[in-house]
């Protein structure tokens, strides 16, 4: 199946820092990922969709000028976590349909992000 | 209103046993995607199984079978004979495909702890 990738794996950062996220679909375009957060031991919610060429679409109580989203390439959108404070600690995950599959997203492998 | 819902915080199987994972989900959308994930312990999603609105069989992938009843809009997961590696989380999702366009984004539930014991 096609492949989404995440780097860094896991970040661990001080309070205040800036923290970039990137999500690569390796062996296809994506016009659209998604950006999702996972707190521990609860579900994936959905934080914005990342449109190539656009702004992205954020969901409510989503800080945009907090969370910033760029997706130059049609492989590439990026996560910046700015200022980042203990409570952005968490999981993010991306995902990108793959637009000849409507049976499946890809899910990238998520980067766990510690704020000290 | 929840899109997903999954009753069951935490599941106990015994090995080589079934279980079902139970999954409701609420639309108005006439074309809808219902898809189980698998999380285990390290994070990544994996993808298990997808059942589209307008597939009049249940989706079957090897051990896991959708068990889909439209008009109760339930979508459980069945795993026949259970495996220790089976151990995870599970996530039931939806996506709408009426409104706009076919790549939309996922609901998903809180998620089934699923433990196998040997």
Redesign the interface.
Request: glycine share 26%; charged share 15%; proline share 0%.
């Given at each position: 199946g096609a492949v989404v990738s995440q780097h860094p794996s896991w970040v661990i950062c001080k309070s205040g820092t800036s923290v970039k996220i990137e999500c690569r679909s390796l062996d296809f375009q994506a016009t659209t990922m998604f950006w999702y957060r996972q707190f521990p031991k609860q579900s994936l919610m959905l934080m914005a969709t990342s449109n190539e060429g656009s702004k992205a679409t954020y969901e409510q109580g989503v800080e945009k000028d907090k969370f910033l989203i760029n997706h130059a390439s049609l492989t590439l959108s990026t996560l910046t976590v700015t200022s980042a404070h203990p409570e952005d600690s968490s999981f993010y995950i991306c995902s990108a349909p793959h637009q000849s599959s409507y049976n499946e997203q890809f899910f990238g492998p998520g980067t766990r992000l510690t704020v000290l | 209103a929840q899109k997903i819902t999954q009753t069951q915080p935490g599941m106990f199987v015994q090995e080589k046993e079934a279980v079902t994972l139970d999954c409701t989900y609420d639309t108005s959308d006439q074309s809808y995607?219902l898809?189980w994930?698998k999380q285990p312990s390290?994070?990544?999603?994996i993808?298990l199984i997808?059942q589209?609105s307008y597939d009049e069989q249940n989706a079957t992938e090897g051990r896991y079978s959708l068990n889909f009843q439209k008009a109760r809009k339930s979508a459980n997961l069945v795993i026949s004979a259970s495996q220790l590696g089976d151990s995870a989380m599970y996530?039931c999702a939806m996506?709408e495909?009426d409104r706009g366009?076919?790549?939309?984004?996922?609901y998903?539930?809180?998620?089934t702890q699923l433990t196998v014991w040997p």
């Open positions: - | 995607g898809f994930y390290s994070g990544e999603m993808f997808y589209g996530f996506r495909i366009s076919t790549l939309g984004r996922l998903f539930g809180r998620g």
